[in-house]
């Protein structure tokens, strides 16, 4: 039985050293995440009149705030984790968001994890405290296939819960994930027709360049008619 809890006490201590160790690693990858989630926003929405500031070294601000064309503020949380974010992560979360009233929604971003207890069968939640009239957005896995949209649309879907104030309901939460799911289905035709374009602008180039010219065309064939009548 001694042994036995000696044992459990070193993997406590173990556990406890690899999760230290691992912080710095997660804190890296978050400041590299936080400006990647940046320059894709201003992308995508910058000429919508979003605007995006970094604020991660504003305690309890989150890494991000966007301002929506209505003037309206939404707090982003990035984290960039091997594993799935814990309950503190996402309790911290819903703390900061809960101190600052000037954000109407917050959304805690996973770039490449899932999140405990959150989205466990889809791409997205969405929550609402009722005491502060906030809503949460969690979005596990945002970043996993190097894909922008799911990131967009997130900030998209913010700006439009700015403008309501109460449960959306299993109606209205399904009705969502069907526009994200063409949303998702559109911005995938317009890529897969910006790479057809581009191949055609390479093809017709090509045929461009092998066109020859008429007057070389027709200087060829009066040399060659010189030749045959002079042979």
Not at 23 to 32: E, T
Not at 41 to 47: E, F
Not at 174 to 181: H, M, S
């Amino acid at each position: 039985m001694r042994l036995n809890q000696q044992f459990g006490e070193c993997k406590q201590r173990l556990d406890s050293i690899s999760i230290s160790l691992d912080k710095p690693s997660n804190k890296l990858k978050g400041d590299q995440a936080e400006k990647e989630v940046i320059e894709i926003l201003r992308n995508n929405l910058g000429a919508l009149n979003f605007t995006f500031r970094d604020t991660a070294n504003d305690p309890g601000k989150g890494d991000i705030e966007a301002e929506t064309p209505n003037g309206h503020s939404i707090m982003i949380e990035v984290k960039h984790w091997k594993n799935a974010l814990s309950r503190d992560v996402i309790e911290e979360f819903e703390r900061n968001l809960a101190k600052s009233s000037n954000f109407k929604v917050g959304i805690l971003l996973s770039m490449t994890s899932g999140i405990a207890r959150r989205s466990r069968e889809g791409w997205f939640e969405i929550a609402f405290d009722q005491t502060r009239k906030q809503y949460q957005i969690y979005v596990p896995n945002a970043y996993t296939n190097k894909e922008e949209h799911l990131i967009v649309w997130s900030v998209v879907m913010a700006a439009q819960l700015e403008k309501l104030d109460g449960e959306l309901g299993e109606r209205k939460n399904a009705g969502l994930k069907g526009i994200y799911e063409k949303f998702a289905d559109n911005v995938q035709h317009s890529k897969d027709c910006k790479l057809n374009l581009d191949a055609l602008k390479d093809s017709v180039k090509k045929l461009e360049d092998s066109i020859t010219p008429i007057l070389t065309t027709v200087d060829k064939a009066k040399n060659d008619i010189y030749k045959l009548l002079h042979s």
